[in-house]
Nanobody, 128 residues
Framework: QVQLAESGGGQVQTGGSLRLSCKVSVYAIGSLCMGWFRQIPGKKREGIAT??????????FYGDSVKGRFAISQDSAKNTVYLEMNNLTPEDTAIYYCAAKTRTWACGEIIPEDFDYWGQGTQVTVSS
């Protein structure tokens, strides 16, 4: 069973940046589609970005709300996935979750219901 552990959340002011990390255990991230999602209490979980390794190249996909501001990356040596978040606004305040699925061919589908493994989440708060 894939185990995921997020870190890096916190509080930042509008316009600031944060980098989230997701340490993956048991499976090598090169065999997985990894994703980041976020959820505001009372609202549906939103897909932010996904990444997988296609032969020797990483391929990334992004949700419309974060394109140009967020970047997903991964370090296979550390078996860790990152989410670099820039130009943050209060609307980015949420709990951020790391997730994984083995169906890498469907990595472009950033749909929460399609992911099998989830971390506990890390809180990101952006103040105005």
């Amino acid at each position: 069973q894939v185990q995921l552990a997020e870190s890096g959340g916190g509080q930042v002011q509008t316009g600031g940046s944060l980098r989230l990390s997701c340490k993956v255990s048991v499976y090598a991230i090169g065999s997985l589609c990894m994703g980041w999602f976020r959820q505001i209490p009372g609202k549906k979980r939103e897909g932010i970005a996904t990444i997988y390794t296609d032969i020797y190249t990483d391929k990334q996909f992004y949700g419309d709300s974060v394109k140009g501001r967020f970047a997903i990356s991964q370090d296979s040596a550390k078996n860790t996935v990152y989410l670099e978040m820039n130009n943050l606004t209060p609307e980015d305040t949420a709990i951020y979750y790391c997730a994984a699925k083995t169906r890498t061919w469907a990595c472009g589908e950033i749909i929460p219901e399609d992911f099998d493994y989830w971390g506990q989440g890390t809180q990101v708060t952006v103040s105005s």
